[in-house]
């Protein structure tokens, strides 16, 4: 068993109110850049829909993901080394600007440029961002269908719905709708990083973030084939390949990724999980596609457990990283709440961006009907039919099994249930609680987590390394020195309090008493010149 640890997220579609604030901030922060004007690292589309790039999902066209062969083993779908050695110059397996959008400004110095007295209104019109031709008419955009915006001409298109075989209606009072935030799913097995000819894609051991080297991208672009959810970009200026980041900067000072801190509806979570390394091969390569939600889950380790701590310590995983994993909001809605599903599974890469399935209007309903629109006996009853069919959700979240899909829905049923009585201030029903397999204690205490959480509830991660205090290892080999009395032992490290310096000195840390410099503490620096900042004049 090698045990690694990796950040994981999940975001909870059912708070999901689609106000793209994630796709802005994410949009200013990192791809705001000249050649990434049609990147979206984050982006929300409205399901059902054909998403961004349009169709990402059709892999018999695209070929991304992984497939496995008749001895068992997997290879990558678009074909393994010789095939991406006979196509290295020409990879037509990859969606085209068309497939994204052609980004566009308009010519706002039009409008203050035009002539007084000018008898028609001035117009921006809009230019090309690439090679700032004229567009006639703006035709797609990574939002173009958004809330069922353009679902007559669209909804057709779904991959999910022609999989799942299901034929759902056009018009906006009969259809359903709900967001799905994308990014990168940092997968445990990915696609992107074994289709590189150049090794430039690789996964951090220490938090499992899967980046792209700039210096070794050489722009093959077989990563954006392989990738199955389309989330590896071509930046057309640098010649480069760029991805989600997950914000590994922030991550690793214990910042949430920006996505998640400027969130609205405080949907996402982040943690860690320890998982085996050795058997991520093993799980992948699992026959029937609608076992490999159990697969993955198999491969995750339980950080209470003695028996994987040892271990994880043995792999040199940080204590801090052990006791975030114990305390990840992921390990609690995958596997104490039972809630959380992949994105596509039987793209064979693992993702580690789970979701939790939206439960639609349903408590309306029922409400419309005549019904008591909170109880749960109804409730159970009408998962069934719900606006938004299982087999959708299931097309999308676990290869076409509906039972771990409605076992979810039908937890989050029972909390909305169970919780009602308490906040009228009656007798809370714990037959609803045990109907799902629960306590009432859970119950309650996922209702914490999913609706009421703070931002140390949703977003536990641990900083690179917070349990070596800097200075003091490198000086101390042999774990003789007490952290707690490190300026005794060594006060020439400076982590003490500083006196403030003056034209005559600094209190002990500038001139010494023999007039030679010494140090000077700049944090109460007060801007004159004390001898102790220079060294001595020669003369």
Known sequence: MKVMAQIAMIMNLDKCIGCHTCSVTCKQTWTNREGTEYIWFNNVETRPGVGYPRGWEDQEKWEGGWVRTSSGKLKPKAGGRLKKLLTIFHNPKQPSIDDYYEPWTYEYDKLLSAPKGQQTQPTAAPVSQLDGRPLDKIRWSSNWDDNLGGSPATMDEDPVLHDMNLTVQKEIEDSFMFYLPRICEHCLNPTCASSCPSGAIYKRAEDGIVLVDQDHCRGWRMCVTGCPYKKVYFNHKTGKAEKCTLCY?????????????????????????????????????????????????????????????????????????????????????????EVALPLHPEYRTLPMVWYIPPLSPIVDEVTASGNDGEDHKVLFSALSNM?????????????????????????????????????????????????????????????????????????????????????????????????????????????????????????????????????????SWTGDRPDGMFPPRKD
């Open 249 to 337: 900067p922030r991550i690793e000072v214990g910042q949430p990724t920006i996505c998640s801190e400027t969130c609205v509806g405080r949907l996402r979570y982040l943690g860690v999980l320890l998982y085996d390394a050795d058997r991520v091969a093993e799980a992948a390569a699992t026959e029937d596609p609608q076992d490999l939600f159990e697969a993955q889950k198999d491969i995750f380790l339980d950080p209470h457990d003695p028996r994987v701590v040892e271990a994880a310590i043995e792999e040199n995983v940080p204590h801090s990283w052990i006791d975030a994993a114990q305390q990840s909001p992921i390990w609690d809605l995958i596997f104490r709440y």
């Open 387 to 523: 606006r938004i069919p299982l087999e959708y959700l299931a097309g999308l979240f676990t290869a076409g099994d509906t039972v771990p899909v409605e076992k979810s829905l039908r937890r989050l049923v029972a909390m909305r249930s169970y919780m009602r009585d308490i906040n009228l201030g009656t007798e809370p029903q714990e037959e609803i609680a045990r109907a799902v397999g629960m306590t009432g204690k859970q119950v309650r205490q996922m209702y914490h987590l999913l609706a009421v959480a703070k931002y140390d509830d949703r977003y536990v991660i641990p900083t690179a390394s917070p349990e070596t205090p800097r200075g003091i290892a490198s000086l101390d080999p042999f774990g003789t020195v007490d952290p707690a009395n490190a300026m005794d032992q060594f006060p020439d490290l400076g982590e003490g309090a500083p006196e403030a310096c003056t034209s005559e000195g600094c209190g002990g840390h500038g001139d010494d008493a023999d007039g030679k410099a010494g140090k000077v503490s700049l944090l």
